[in-house]
């Protein structure tokens, strides 16, 4: 599995994005690629767990959601993860 961190700024863009990419990923949930994401309570960012094989596989849909550049959303940290408990 992947976490991925991102952070926020109150760009416009971001939350005229926010709707596609909500969408995107309730599709990428109901897959199994994505088990879990959401904001920080103080919306300053999120934290959003992908179950794909490699990180390749990852790099793929980030590429494939433009949310993931929009101003106001940065990526802060990418880390494979290895849960023994799901």
């Known amino acids: 599995m992947w976490i991925v961190e991102l952070a ?23 897959e199994g690629k994505v088990r ?8 300053s960012g999120a934290v959003l ?3 794909v094989p490699d990180r390749a596989a990852l790099d793929d849909l980030l590429a494939a959601d433009p949310y993931f550049t929009t101003p106001g959303v ?3 940290a990418v880390r ?6 799901t």
């Open 8 to 30: 926020f700024t109150d760009a416009p863009e971001r939350f005229a994005a926010r709707p596609a990419h909500r969408q995107l990923l309730t599709a990428l949930h109901a």
């Open 36 to 43: 879990m994401s959401g904001p920080f309570a103080d919306d």
């Open 49 to 51: 767990v992908f179950d």
């Open 74 to 76: 940065e990526v802060v």
């Open 80 to 85: 494979e993860w290895a849960p023994f408990l």
